[in-house]
């Protein structure tokens, strides 16, 4: 009986021991994993000592987020290391400049995921940014303020993201897009770019539910469904912009008879004539193309 419990209190005694000692070296670990010349370096925890030599890169650093809440309002000893919390232990290298440990962008996305993790950021490691080594700095510039918007490295979202996406840039500035332009709706409206399940980074788990959160009433259920809206509002929109009518891929009578060839009405001018210069054809009638609640609205003219 005592010998049971001589064992378990060794037990316990071991497991707190442990989890103390990854506490404690928890921290140095990490930088050592980094940079093992690293070892042995210990936290300066004086943001003071960097000015002297830093006058420059202080100066502008004290404009952002990081620079107020490390200093002002710290969370825990990491944030109040404040310059070290993402360049590491530096006392080896304020006995000598010349000890420098520089780290890749892949480095520096892993130095802020000690702070930034779960919530939106949930998926970085699968996503299509992370996996084509587009890592955090190449979005946010942490040593300078540039932009009213979380630190982003341009000043706007779309300047951002245009300077590797310009296809998508040139598509929200034709004849009709989503307001991308004008800053009413922006490419992180629909995208996480910090990954995401779903195909394309897209907010919600397919691209219907996220265009849904903002034109509810598309949603349905409707008396009568007309199926390919329910599969799928990319077959007939380009929600990046589109030189027809309603960002429609094709204009809309070539759309519609697409899929809708067989006779009838279909096939005359007459009806399927383009009546603007983007095409209005088919809708002029066909008018609750998205479904209908209307009793009689099988065939979506009412
Ligand atoms: C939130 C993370 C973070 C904090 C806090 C931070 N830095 Fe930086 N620092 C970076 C990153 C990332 C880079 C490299 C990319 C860049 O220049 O933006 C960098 C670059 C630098 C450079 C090198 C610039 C060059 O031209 O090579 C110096 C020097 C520097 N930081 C000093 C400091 C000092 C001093 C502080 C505190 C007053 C500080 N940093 C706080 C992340 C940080
Ligand atoms: C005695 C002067 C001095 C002090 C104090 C000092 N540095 Fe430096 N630091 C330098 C010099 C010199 C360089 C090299 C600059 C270059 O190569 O352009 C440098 C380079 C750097 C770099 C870029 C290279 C690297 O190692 O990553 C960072 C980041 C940096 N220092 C951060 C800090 C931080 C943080 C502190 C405070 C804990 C600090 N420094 C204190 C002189 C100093
Ligand atoms: C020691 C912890 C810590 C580290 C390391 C850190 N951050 Fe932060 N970051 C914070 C805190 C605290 C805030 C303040 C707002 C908050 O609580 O989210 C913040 C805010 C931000 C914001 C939001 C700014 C805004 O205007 O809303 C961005 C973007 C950001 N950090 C990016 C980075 C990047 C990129 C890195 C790595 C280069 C990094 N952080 C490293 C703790 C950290
Ligand atoms: C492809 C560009 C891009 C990359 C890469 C990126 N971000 Fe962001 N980040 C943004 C944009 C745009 C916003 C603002 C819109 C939003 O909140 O989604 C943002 C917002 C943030 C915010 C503040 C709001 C929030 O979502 O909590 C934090 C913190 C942040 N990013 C940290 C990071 C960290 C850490 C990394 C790397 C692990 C990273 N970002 C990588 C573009 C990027
Ligand atoms: C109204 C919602 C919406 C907005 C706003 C939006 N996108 Fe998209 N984007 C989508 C959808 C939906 C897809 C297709 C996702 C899938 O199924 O792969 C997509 C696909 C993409 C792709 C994948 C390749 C391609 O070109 O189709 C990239 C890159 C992209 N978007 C970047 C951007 C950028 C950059 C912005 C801002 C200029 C932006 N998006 C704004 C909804 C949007
Ligand atoms: C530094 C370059 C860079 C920046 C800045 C950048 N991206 Fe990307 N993005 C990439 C790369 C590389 C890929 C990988 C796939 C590819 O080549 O299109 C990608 C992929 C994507 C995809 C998924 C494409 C797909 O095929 O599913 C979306 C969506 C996207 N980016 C949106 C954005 C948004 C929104 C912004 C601005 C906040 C942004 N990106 C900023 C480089 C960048
Ligand atoms: C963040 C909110 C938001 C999301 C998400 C969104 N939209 Fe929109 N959409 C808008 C706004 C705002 C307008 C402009 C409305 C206006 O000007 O009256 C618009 C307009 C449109 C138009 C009409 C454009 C025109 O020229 O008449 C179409 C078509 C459209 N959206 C399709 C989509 C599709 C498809 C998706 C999903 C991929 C989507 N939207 C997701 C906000 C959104
Ligand atoms: C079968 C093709 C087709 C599909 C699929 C489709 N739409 Fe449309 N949509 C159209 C046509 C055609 C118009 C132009 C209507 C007009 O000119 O009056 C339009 C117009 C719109 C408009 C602007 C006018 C309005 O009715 O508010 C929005 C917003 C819109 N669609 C959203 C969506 C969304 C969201 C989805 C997916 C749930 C979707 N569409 C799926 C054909 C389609
Ligand atoms: C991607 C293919 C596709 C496109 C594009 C498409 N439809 Fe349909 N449509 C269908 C399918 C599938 C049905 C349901 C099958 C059925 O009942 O015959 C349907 C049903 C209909 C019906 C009701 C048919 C009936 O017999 O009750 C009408 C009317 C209609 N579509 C009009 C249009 C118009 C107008 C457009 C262009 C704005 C259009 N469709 C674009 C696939 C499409
Ligand atoms: C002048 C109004 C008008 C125009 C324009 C029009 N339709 Fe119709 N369409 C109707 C009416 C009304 C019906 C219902 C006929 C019925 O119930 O017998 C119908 C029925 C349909 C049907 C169901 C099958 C059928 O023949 O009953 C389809 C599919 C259809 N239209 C597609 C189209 C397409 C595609 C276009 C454009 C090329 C188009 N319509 C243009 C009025 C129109």
């Given at each position: 009986?005592?010998?049971?419990?001589?064992?378990?209190?060794?037990?316990?005694?071991?497991?707190?021991?442990?989890?103390?000692?990854?506490?404690?070296?928890?921290?140095?670990?990490?930088?050592?994993?980094?940079?093992?010349?690293?070892?042995?370096?210990?936290?300066?925890?004086?943001?003071?000592?960097?000015?002297?030599?830093?006058?420059?890169?202080?100066?502008?650093?004290?404009?952002?987020?990081?620079?107020?809440?490390?200093?002002?309002?710290?969370?825990?000893?990491l944030e109040a290391?404040?310059?070290?919390?993402?360049?590491?232990?530096?006392?080896?290298?304020?006995?000598?400049?010349?000890?420098?440990?520089?780290?890749?962008?892949?480095?520096?996305?892993?130095?802020?995921?000690?702070?930034?993790?779960?919530?939106?950021?949930?998926?970085?490691?699968?996503?299509?940014?992370?996996?084509?080594?587009?890592?955090?700095?190449?979005?946010?510039?942490?040593?300078?303020?540039?932009?009213?918007?979380?630190?982003l490295s341009k000043?706007?979202?779309?300047?951002?993201?245009?300077?590797?996406?310009?296809?998508?840039?040139?598509?929200?500035?034709?004849?009709?897009?989503h307001p991308i332009?004008?800053?009413?709706?922006?490419?992180?409206?629909?995208?996480?770019?910090?990954?995401?399940?779903?195909?394309?980074?897209?907010?919600?788990?397919?691209?219907?539910?996220?265009?849904?959160?903002?034109?509810?009433?598309?949603?349905?259920?409707?008396?009568?469904?007309?199926?390919?809206?329910?599969?799928?509002?990319?077959?007939?929109?380009?929600?990046?912009?589109?030189?027809?009518?309603?960002?429609?891929?094709?204009?809309?009578?070539?759309?519609?008879?697409?899929?809708?060839?067989?006779?009838?009405?279909?096939?005359?001018?007459?009806?399927?004539?383009?009546?603007?210069?983007?095409?209005?054809?088919?809708?002029?009638?066909?008018?609750?193309?998205?479904?209908?609640?209307?009793?009689?609205?099988?065939?979506?003219?009412?």
């Amino acid at each position: 009986m005592k010998i049971k419990l001589l064992f378990y209190n060794l037990v316990f005694i071991l497991a707190i021991a442990f989890l103390v000692s990854q506490s404690n070296s928890q921290n140095e670990n990490f930088w050592v994993k980094l940079n093992p010349a690293f070892s042995g370096a210990t936290f300066v925890m004086d943001k003071e000592t960097c000015v002297t030599c830093h006058d420059g890169d202080s100066e502008s650093y004290s404009h952002t987020i990081h620079s107020r809440v490390f200093e002002k309002n710290p969370g825990n000893t990491l944030e109040a290391s404040n310059c070290e919390s993402c360049h590491g232990p530096r006392s080896y290298h304020i006995e000598d400049p010349d000890n420098k440990f520089s780290f890749t962008e892949e480095q520096y996305s892993l130095i802020c995921q000690q702070c930034h993790q779960g919530g939106d950021m949930m998926s970085w490691k699968g996503s299509l940014h992370n996996n084509s080594e587009v890592g955090c700095i190449s979005c946010h510039s942490v040593m300078e303020k540039k932009s009213d918007k979380a630190l982003l490295s341009k000043e706007s979202e779309l300047d951002l993201c245009a300077t590797c996406h310009s296809d998508v840039k040139a598509k929200a500035m034709r004849m009709s897009s989503h307001p991308i332009m004008e800053g009413k709706v922006n490419c992180s409206s629909c995208h996480n770019v910090h990954g995401s399940s779903a195909p394309g980074m897209l907010v919600k788990a397919t691209t219907n539910e996220t265009c849904y959160s903002c034109h509810q009433e598309k949603r349905g259920p409707f008396i009568w469904e007309h199926s390919p809206v329910r599969e799928d509002c990319l077959t007939c929109h380009d929600p990046h912009g589109s030189n027809n009518k309603a960002m429609l891929v094709t204009q809309n009578a070539s759309l519609c008879i697409s899929c809708h060839q067989y006779g009838g009405h279909i096939n005359e001018y007459r009806y399927n004539r383009v009546s603007t210069p983007y095409g209005d054809g088919c809708v002029n009638c066909h008018t609750t193309i998205h479904g209908s609640n209307h009793p009689s609205g099988v065939k979506f003219t009412r």
